[in-house]
């Protein structure tokens, strides 16, 4: 069973907040001062609020979030998904795992659905925070080249993936990807997901999208899905080794995130009624705030000789 959706989680609050690694609590020396009933409160509640880097909480990201946009979409809503999620895994494996692990665990699992969606809207949430910089970011050299290999220059990446979130009717993410197949070079594609979706190959194997149609019960249309979903399950064995993606997947890394959410730019930028502000101000602001030097680090570029033998990228 899965935990009681009534239990009530303490909201962490800055004397609670530690280190972690993908949402796990690893350092209880936050609470080393609280008696005993709260550092064991604080042990079994593993997943919670990450502070962000550069004081964004408390200050802002300049010409982007003011510091009331930040708490609402970070501080807040992460708390409020967190809360969700630690309830639901209560007492199970999942306790003590980080949400991406959670996340490739449940994917395959249509009735742990809700366990799915709380860990990657955590997970996804964090990733959109955790690639801004509170200042302008110059791209590096590697990075600059790929992009320009893939998209012909970074002025049509910026298009694509600002154009890709005003054209979403509902809200998620936009993605930047890395992925190569075998055989082939690296290669950088943009990709958008709906609601709590997940970039990460191996969660594919489940419609991401919520509709009537999808939904697993005892009708005949639900035990059809039902029946499907298994197929597509049993497909993902080799002898007994369950592979990492669904079949015709493909292994890709996700390298910067677009949160396209209303409450992550609603409060900042309005509806954009009348051409003013809204969802289009919202992703251009936010591409001026990337920090490329993480997007590079993460994305693990081999190096490139230029054509002509300038320099090496």
């Not at 220059?153 to 993410?173: C, K, Q």
């Amino acid at each position: 069973m899965i935990g009681s959706m009534g239990l009530r989680i303490p909201r962490a609050t800055s004397s609670l907040l530690g280190r972690a690694v993908n949402g796990v609590a690893t350092n209880q020396s936050a609470v080393a001062g609280a008696g005993a009933a709260s550092i064991a409160a604080q042990r079994r509640w593993q997943h919670y609020l990450m502070p962000l880097r550069d004081n964004f909480e408390q200050e802002g990201i300049r010409n982007f979030l003011s510091p009331g946009s930040v708490n609402m979409a970070y501080t807040e809503y992460q708390t409020f998904i967190l809360e969700k999620l630690n309830a639901l895994v209560v007492g199970t494996d999942f306790e003590q795992k980080d949400t991406k692990s959670i996340v490739l665990a449940t994917a395959r699992d249509p009735e742990l659905a809700h366990v799915f969606n709380h860990a990657s809207m955590a997970h996804n949430n964090h990733f959109f925070f955790d690639h801004l910089s509170p200042v302008p970011v110059k791209m590096g050299d590697k990075l600059f080249y790929h992009i320009n290999e893939n998209f012909g220059s970074v002025d049509t990446l910026r298009d694509e993936m600002i154009g890709t979130a005003v054209s979403m009717f509902g809200p998620g993410f936009v993605w930047l990807v890395r992925t190569q197949l075998p055989g082939q070079p690296v290669a950088l594609r943009v990709m958008a997901t709906y609601l709590a979706g997940s970039p990460y190959p191996g969660a594919h194997w489940r419609r991401q999208e919520m509709d009537a149609q999808t939904s697993i019960g005892s009708s005949p249309q639900g035990l059809s899905n039902g029946q499907r979903f298994l197929e597509r399950s049993a497909a993902g064995f080799k002898g007994n080794k369950l592979e990492p993606t669904a079949p015709g997947g493909t292994d890709l890394i996700p390298i910067l995130c677009l949160n396209t959410w209303e409450y992550a730019w609603l409060r900042e930028y309005g509806t954009g009624v009348g051409g003013m502000g809204g969802k289009l101000a919202y992703a251009q602001s936010w591409w001026n705030m990337i920090d490329w030097a993480k997007v590079e680090e993460e994305a693990r570029l081999e190096t490139r000789i230029l054509t002509g033998g300038d320099s090496s990228v």
